[in-house]
């Protein structure tokens, strides 16, 4: 079965920018956080990774930054950009250790779970 993205569109309404491709992210490893309904993690918000976030994410077992060759995956460090679970950013919120976002690279898809007005109090691109 082909797996066909949801179309690439911002929380913002505007096309979908990339969010990192050193290192490549995304659902669909092709640089954007662009999902489908396959994405159950809904892998949508373009998150600036920071230590403190790092260290919560593998506190809570998902361990970004150590390298997993295996994976083709380099381990994250802090300013690296990366498309994130809008649940884990969420909960990333209500504990205070939530990472800078950019609105212009996150999917639309993220206001399923998290509401645009707390996307933006995280926003590095707010214009």
Known sequence: ??????????VLGGALQA???DPVTGFFRNGACDTC?????SHTV????TAEFLAYSKYLG???????PE???????????WCLC????????????ASRIRLAATHRRALDIVPLEL?????IDMT
Do not use: I, W
């Open 46 to 49: 373009c998150a600036v990774m």
């Open 19 to 21: 969010c990192s491709r």
């Open 86 to 97: 809008a649940a884990r950013f969420m909960q990333a919120c209500h504990e205070n250790v």
């Open 71 to 81: 994976y083709a995956f380099p381990g994250l460090k802090p300013g690296d950009h």
């Open 119 to 123: 996307l933006k109090t995280h926003a």
């Open 1 to 10: 079965m082909q797996v066909k993205p949801d179309p690439s569109v911002n």
């Open 62 to 68: 998902n361990d970004l930054s150590t390298a997993r």
């Open 37 to 41: 309904a396959q994405d159950h993690g």
